[in-house]
């Protein structure tokens, strides 16, 4: 049986590189179509892409939160292992979705956010697997932004999973902007508005996803969220942290670590593909370059002390290091104006994208 194709509805315009996908129902699935309750009004979307354990101990904490009218999709970018076998036969009421290829989080996330509009969800939380929630965590993030009273993206305050106390996304209590408004928000509710977004945990409400449109899969991983604050932000839509939540965050398990040469690699391309976007301007390009260099220097000196200095930079990045010849790659591709997932490095076969 041919599987099943999702479009996404008309009032959603995709953005360049989003296009139509192919899926296959996972055995949750097997018996019956899942109808979404009069009272839901929350999807949660959490992709898994080889992190089994890291998806049931995600999924173990939604579980077990506090609010009500919740639904949880679990979207498979083709891993290698029957992960949805076991993802179903432990949490049989959560509907899993495999697709035939990797997606990126872009697209596989897009997945998630058409069946979320076509299905009359309120709101959608796009979810990382390597994450884990406390048990009032999308209630607070939900009373955040029924606070706001208009529709934006909410995030939760997120901390390091092996040290707790420890901040990675923690902006201050205090607004950015002080006027009276800003000023309530923050004292009553906790929710500070933030120039950014963060793609670990994201609650959209389906009437911006109406109105911005799908993520840009061209970026397949790192920044496709800060693309997406900025379309955002030009229809006069807000980002804000709701500082009464909190998730613990594994960070970039689906690479293996925090600094590899599959990350370097979407970081270059996907910064130069973001101020192409939003700031095409010489001020803009250099101001993204300017970033892109001191990023790179600061990679440079994990593996090569020597980068300190400009001259060892730049001999470092013309060097054969794994991070400096992935970083060669990426920018070497967005002049090529190949995007997606990462290809295998020239003279280098069978090393694809590691997530």
Known sequence: MAPPEFVAPK?????PGVGSWDAQRGPALAQTQVE??????L????LNYNGLDDTLACLDSLRAQSCAGMATLVIDNASRADDLGRIAERFPQVEVIRLAENRGWAGGNNVGLRLALER?????CLLNNDTVLPPDTLGEMLAAAAAVGAPCMMMPLIHYFDDPERAQVAPGPAPATPDDAARLLAERHGVVEISWAYGACLLLPAEMVRRVGLLDERFFLQLEEQDYYRRARRLGLRSYCARRAR????????FGARVT????YYQVRNSLLLAEKHDATPAGVLRALRELLWLLRN?????????ATGLGFLRWLGSADTLARAARQGAGDYLRRRFGPRPAE???AGRGHAA
């Open 346 to 348: 020239p003279g280098h």
């Open 299 to 307: 990679q440079a000196a994990l593996s090569a002390p020597q980068a």
């Open 11 to 15: 009032s959603v315009t995709p953005e």
């Open 261 to 264: 040469p599959a990350k370097t």
């Open 120 to 124: 009359g969800f309120a709101q959608v």
């Open 43 to 46: 999807l949660v979307v959490v």
């Open 36 to 41: 979404t309750p009069a009272a839901t009004r």
């Open 247 to 254: 998730i613990l965050h594994k960070e970039s398990a689906s």
